[in-house]
């Protein structure tokens, strides 16, 4: 009699072994193994099979270019996200916090494409064709070439794929869709390994677009296996609380465009649009008050100016806290770490914060400037001018280094009638901005 084979998956990242683990070896999660059946460990080979099928080299030179169409979403942060448009054949996840607005968005979406002729397939299994006919009438998506299935079994959608050609599917959400075929409950990871395998061979094959919704964990990141996010050609993630107005939305993955570029959207009575004149929503200029100061980021290529907030008050604890929100705590530490040696600021019984407005979580380092600027301002109880702005990057050694892209931050920064800047270094390209050279923290005590 032949010894029975036993294999157990991660519910986490997918990963299988022959014997239990305590601790997953490839994401370091405690107790994530599960024993597969048998009918789940032949769909896990075939899984492996399909994904490992051996194909003949070909030089480079004889490969043909294969030239990418793309049709638009008709909203204009969207197609600047996914780098001009929608990809006919690509297959995207959009993850985010519950109430951001990804259904709403990528109903309007749908609607949208639906008026202009295309067949558009919206499968829910989360909400009634009731509850999401409401919203269409909210968002005025009512056109008669969007179809709506309310159905979680992926069998009943190929099924729906065979009565009518789509050009544009979404999938709200990944985690609520299961196959028959499979044992294992909604969710789970052989279950949306699956499911997206077979999403992904239709997208190619019938070269339709697919937009899959994602629910995320509370840690932040998109529920189940993290091979579904190797899987799909492009990954976007929606930031923000859904009790503010502006939502962003930043590209993670992206195989047929950057994945740097952001998209800012606004949430209004008739759903979720392209913010307009964003140029200004992410500061005040109204009044001058003490720990505030302001910088120019770059997200892709937008420069966009933000107000850096700092509150410094003294503790009644002997931890101080320090707490950043939109910026990195551990860059906060240092800086403050660079202060008490450089400056000789005694930081070390008071508390700080610090807030980075509009919900932008800052990913580089040429915001240090503004934030040694607001931090001295709370301290010291001194405004800073909001005709001013701070660009770069500081070292551990104190020092201010220049950051990149210095010409176009400065051309927003002119757009929006700031007058004074305090960078590392000159820019390439004249402007009527006047510039101070900081090459020094210790030079910021200049200001105040």
């Known amino acids: 009699m032949a010894k029975k084979k036993i294999l157990f998956e991660c519910q986490h990242c997918g990963f299988t072994t022959p014997k239990w683990m305590g601790k997953c070896t490839n994401c370091n999660s405690w107790d994530s193994f599960l024993e597969l059946n048998v009918h789940q460990q032949e769909i896990v080979k075939q899984t492996k099979l399909n994904s490992n099928n051996s194909s003949k080299a070909l030089s480079i030179n004889k490969i043909k270019e294969e030239e990418v169409f793309r049709f638009s979403s008709y909203d204009n942060e969207l197609d600047s996200v996914l780098g001009g448009g929608i990809v006919p054949g690509s297959l995207t996840l959009i993850g985010g916090s519950p109430g951001v607005g990804k259904s709403t968005l990528l109903l309007k979406v749908g609607g949208e494409i639906a008026s202009s002729g295309k067949n558009v397939l919206y499968v829910t299994g989360e909400e009634s064709a009731g509850q999401i006919k409401l919203r269409a009438n909210r968002l005025k998506a009512n056109h008669d ?144 008050q003490a720990g505030s100061a302001l910088t120019v980021v770059m997200e892709g290529t937008r420069p966009i100016i933000l107000e850096v907030q700092a509150l410094v008050s003294q503790s009644h604890t002997p931890n101080s806290k320090r707490q950043a929100t939109g910026f990195d705590n551990n860059r906060l530490n240092m800086l403050l770490a660079l202060l008490e040696r450089k400056l000789e600021i005694p930081l070390s019984g008071y508390d700080v914060f610090i807030n980075i407005t509009g919900g932008i979580k800052i990913t580089e380092t040429s915001a240090d400037l503004a934030v040694l600027a607001a931090i001295i301002s709370s301290f010291r ?65 200049q200001w105040y």
Request: proline fraction near 2%; hydrophobic fraction near 40%.
């Open 145 to 288: 070439t969007l179809y709506l299935l309310s159905e979680i079994r992926l069998e009943q959608v190929l099924i729906e794929l065979e009565h009518r050609n789509y050009e544009f599917i979404i999938i709200d959400s990944i985690q609520t869709l299961y196959s028959e075929t499979i044992s294992s409950a909604p969710g789970s990871v052989t279950q949306v390994r699956q499911i997206t395998f077979e999403l992904m061979r239709i997208a190619k094959e019938r070269n339709i677009a697919i937009f899959i919704i994602g629910h995320i964990t509370k840690e932040g990141s998109i529920a189940g296996p993290r091979v579904l996010e190797h899987m799909v050609d492009t990954v976007l993630y929606f930031e923000g609380d859904s009790s503010q107005e502006l939502r962003i939305l930043r590209g993670f993955k992206n195989r047929f465009g950057p994945t740097s570029e952001i998209g800012v959207f606004e949430m209004r009575n008739d759903g979720l649009v392209s913010a307009t004149d964003i140029a200004s929503r992410f500061f005040n200029r109204e009044s001058e």
């Open 381 to 445: 109880d001194r405004a800073i001018s909001k005709e001013t702005i701070f660009i770069g990057e500081v070292s551990l050694v104190g020092d201010v280094r220049e950051v990149h892209g210095m010409d176009v931050r400065l051309k927003e920064a002119k757009m929006q009638k700031i007058n004074k800047v305090l960078l590392a270094k000159k820019p390439l390209e004249k402007t009527t901005l006047k510039t101070f050279i900081v090459d020094e923290v210790t030079k910021l005590l």
